[in-house]
Nanobody, 127 residues
Framework: QVTLVESGGGLVQPGGSLRLSCAHS????????IGWFRQAPGKEREGVSC????????YYVDSVKGRFTISRDDAKSAMYLQMNNLKPEDTAVYYC????????????????????WGKGTLVTVSS
């Protein structure tokens, strides 16, 4: 059984930082990419970042490049999203997902490329 549990969301001021975590089990990273999507109120879900099954390649949506960093710790069965210089437009529910990671997955928010999802963690950027 695949499980994905996000944590680390919260309220932060503009310019601040947060680190999201995704604890996962029930699948092999040898066969799957893993990544983050987000959904803001009233908007469609969009891709944020993903890292390929090899762990060597990461992709980011243009709006977060230079501010967010994705990483994974296979020994801990965990994935992270370090978010710096947060902006109000980053406010959303952030979801951890497992599936096919590619540049298009993130750029076009291809939710159908992902097979399993966590329940999400809310990030609110506001003064």
């Amino acid at each position: 059984q695949v499980t994905l549990v996000e944590s680390g969301g919260g309220l932060v001021q503009p310019g601040g930082s947060l680190r999201l975590s995704c604890a996962h089990s029930g699948f092999s990273l040898d066969d799957n990419g893993i990544g983050w999507f987000r959904q803001a109120p009233g908007k469609e879900r969009e891709g944020v970042s993903c890292i390929t099954r090899t762990g060597y390649t990461a992709y980011y949506v243009d709006s977060v490049k230079g501010r967010f960093t994705i990483s994974r710790d296979d020994a801990k069965s965990a994935m992270y999203l370090q978010m710096n210089n947060l902006k109000p437009e980053d406010t959303a529910v952030y979801y951890c997902a497992v599936g096919s990671c590619s540049r298009d997955t993130v750029r076009h928010g291809y939710s159908h490329a992902m097979d399993f999802w966590g329940k999400g963690t809310l990030v609110t950027v506001s003064s």
